[in-house]
């Protein structure tokens, strides 16, 4: 695997259906643990660039909350327009109660 993985969040901090925004790696990331685990996505809509981190999280779903974009957290694949274009989502790995993300590894959309 390429890059490294760099702690950015406890897991016992973060219960199912919560999301945090944090930075690694020199970008802005939300951490969001669905009931399928823990996920790391870009921190950025792709339609106009507002921040993602004061959306709605549901199932595996965020929203922004600016012109209702949906994207997929666990792909980074869009779910709903205005948004055309997916965002990156990472590698995430737990370690303990460490949430651990790898940001220079761009899931395949």
Same mark, same amino acid.
């Given at each position: 695997?390429?890059? &490294? ?7 016992? $901090? ?8 944090? &930075? $690694? ?7 969001? @643990?669905? &009931?399928?685990?823990? @996920? $790391?996505?870009?921190?950025?809509? !792709? @339609? ?8 709605? %999280? ?8 600016? @012109? ?6 666990? !792909?980074?694949?869009?779910?709903? %327009? ?10 995430? $790995? ?16």
């Amino acid at each position: 695997m390429a890059g &490294e993985f760099v702690a950015v969040a406890k897991a016992s $901090a973060l219960p199912v259906g919560e999301f945090k925004a944090v &930075e $690694a790696g020199g970008k802005r990331l939300l951490i969001c @643990h669905t &009931e399928r685990g823990f @996920h $790391a996505i870009d921190d950025t809509c !792709t @339609h106009d660039d507002g921040p993602l981190a004061d959306g709605w %999280l549901e199932g595996t779903a965020i929203e922004c909350p600016r @012109h209702g974009a949906r994207f997929d957290v666990t !792909t980074g694949k869009v779910l709903c %327009l205005p948004a055309a274009v997916p965002i990156n989502a990472y590698r995430v $790995a737990v370690e303990g109660d460490e949430v651990r993300v790898n940001v220079s590894e761009v899931l395949p959309k």
